[in-house]
């Protein structure tokens, strides 16, 4: 398949070009519009691969993604392109609106057009993948119950408020106009390449340069981690083998409160990275709780049984061995990292300025 992927240089969307690329025989249209999340380092490894081609463009932009599709003619579309962090949704939430619903809308039309002009085989193998969050369902109380695809919706910040406003267009899509989608939600990613602001790579950078390690509340709040690398093994199964209407699940089944996961990353970098700055004694001293965030979910977790009976994915990685390998890929990955904080990353994509 030729696989047009939107917000590819992103974390989700570079694991995944990554994964398609490196694993498969299907060549990749990769559109970006390169916000501050979209770091084209992070496709280093396959910039120069035959079968990878980037366009820059932002999915709002309707005549710059009827041309690119038209170019291309992908036999599949698999749309991540996505404001995603809740804090900043909180403090600006235009920009989530902008591109979470109006780009999402574009992109639909766009790809509806071109689908309703395609012949034969090529018509009946079309696929339109959506990538969403858990989040769209709101939280769960603290008594085992997991989310699953007929949770019904119930989103808590702007960001997922968006998210969901986005879910339903596509599936709208698919009821009125037949166009062919599926749907997937997942829980929380972490791993390789994970923007600095989120807590994982936050914690671990903060750390090393001896920091406050923030964290909201009482570090109660849980979620289900999902190792980045398993879901885009996921995702690919799912444009793959999926059926046409049908909503996906994808979780780590590793549900961890925050608090936990900081702990966790402390105790990893004791072993790892034993040469502590400031002559702190202990990574854990650096814990810090924060006023609470506003509207904060109390726990997600996903039930991933459907992807599982239906389609045969499982998660590889436990919480602890993807962790691990979180935590070693930063230390071996400063400069990534460095380029990321001092901004460099966005000076010299493409020949950029300031």
């Known amino acids: 398949m030729k696989i047009l992927i939107t917000g590819g240089a992103g974390f989700i969307g570079s694991a995944l070009v990554r994964h398609v690329l490196g694993n498969t025989a299907h060549s990749v249209v990769n559109v970006d519009k390169l916000t501050y999340a979209g770091n084209l380092e992070s496709l280093k490894t396959i910039e120069n691969h035959p079968d990878y081609h980037f366009e820059l463009a932002d999915i709002c932009d309707a005549a710059k993604i009827n041309r690119i599709i038209d170019q291309h003619q992908p036999d599949a579309i698999m749309h991540l392109a996505a404001e995603s962090h809740v804090d900043r949704s909180i403090d600006g939430p235009a920009d989530f609106i902008e591109t979470n619903i109006v780009g999402t809308y574009t992109l639909v039309e766009a790809a509806r057009n071109y689908w309703q002009g395609l012949d034969g085989n090529k018509k009946a193998q079309f696929r339109f993948h959506h990538i969403s969050t858990d989040e769209v369902y709101g939280d769960l109380p603290n008594d085992g119950s997991l989310f699953t695809e007929t949770t019904p919706y119930s989103p808590s910040s702007p960001y997922s408020a968006s998210k969901a406003s986005s879910d339903h267009i596509v599936r709208a899509w698919h009821r009125t106009y037949k166009l062919p989608v599926v749907v997937t939600n997942c829980s929380n990613n972490y791993g390789p390449y994970h923007f600095p602001e989120k807590l994982i790579p936050l914690v671990i950078l903060n750390a090393l340069e001896g920091k406050p390690l923030p964290v909201y509340g009482d570090g109660k709040q849980i979620r289900d981690w999902l190792f980045v690398e398993d879901h885009a093994r996921a995702l690919l199964t799912v444009v793959e083998k999926g059926k046409i209407g049908e909503t996906y699940n994808i ?30 004694a202990s990574y854990q001293d650096l814990i810090t709780f924060v006023r609470d965030r506003p509207g904060h979910d109390l726990r997600y977790a996903i039930d991933a049984g459907k992807i599982a009976e239906d389609l045969g994915w499982t998660p590889q990685e436990t919480f602890e061995t993807g962790l691990r390998k979180t935590v070693q890929w930063y230390l071996d990955h400063l400069d990534w990292c460095r380029h990321v904080q001092d901004g460099s990353y966005r000076r010299e994509r493409l020949g950029l300025g300031d």
């Open 251 to 280: 979780g780590g089944h590793n549900e961890q409160e925050n608090i936990h996961v900081v702990r966790s990353i402390c105790h990893i970098l004791e072993e790892l990275h034993p040469q502590k700055p400031n002559g702190i």
